[in-house]
């Protein structure tokens, strides 16, 4: 089985500060990996997806996301936080093709960021 | 592009009363799901549907859950009769189907509270 664990439940950071939520993967094979962000009352918009190629991978809004396969990580980052990212943000993972019961997304249990002026 | 449509935002019913969730996904994107989301917690898939055959309902109560996906486009998810344990936010996405590498796109959710 598939799983995501984001060790934090919230992250406080001070404006103009780098930020970083941390996520953990568990999937058999390759894994396909994702960011979203869930602002009150809104769905979650997509940010960013490691599918293969570079470790670092760009997304929306400044963030990137470092994919480390030897620690099973995707943390997500940003080198210099806004009072408006304050959020929360999900890590979700979903395994390789071929298996009809993966193809949907395992999401972590997410991370509230906080981002004080 | 338009999004993802879910109606309606904020649903409010009394325990054992049927309830109704209506999606409408991006055009052109063949696979559709519904997710559950329950307070401090991320999205579990509900069911997920590639045009209109279900193929992956394995986390769904078929007791009181239903869903269809008439003509391969617009997704109904019914619940009867509700149940405390059902408040929550219902989600919907849609992706396209592209050799396994889709991105899947949220609508705003349904908040479902039940008394």
């Known amino acids: 089985a598939q799983s995501v664990a984001q060790p934090e439940d919230q992250v406080n950071v001070a404006e103009g500060n780098p930020l970083t939520v941390k996520c953990t993967y568990s999937?058999?094979?390759?894994?396909?990996l994702f960011w979203y962000v869930q602002y009150p009352n809104r769905g979650l918009q997509f940010l960013l997806k490691y599918i293969t190629g570079d470790n670092l991978v760009k997304g929306s809004y400044g963030f990137e996301a470092e994919f480390n396969k030897s620690q099973t990580s995707f943390h997500l980052k940003k080198p210099s936080a806004l009072v408006s990212d304050s959020a929360l943000y999900f890590c979700a993972v979903r395994g390789v093709a071929g298996d009809t019961g993966r193809r949907a997304l395992t999401f972590g249990s997410g991370t509230r960021l906080q981002v004080q002026p | 592009e338009a999004g993802v449509v879910q109606s309606p935002r904020y649903k409010i019913i009394e325990k054992k009363q049927p309830v109704a969730f209506w999606c409408n996904p991006i055009s052109g994107h063949n696979t559709l799901y519904w997710y559950r989301q329950n307070l401090g917690q991320g999205p579990e898939l509900l069911i997920r549907?590639?045009?209109?055959?279900?193929?992956?309902d394995s986390q769904l109560p078929k007791d009181r859950f239903s869903a269809e996906r008439l003509k391969g486009v617009d997704s109904t998810l019914k619940i009867q009769p509700a149940e405390l344990g059902d408040s929550a936010v219902y989600l919907c996405a849609s992706s396209f189907d592209r050799g396994d590498r889709e991105t899947q796109y949220f609508g705003p959710g349904t908040r479902l509270l039940v008394l």
């Open positions: 549907y590639e045009n209109e055959e279900a193929v992956d």
């Open positions: 999937v058999s094979g390759n894994p396909y």
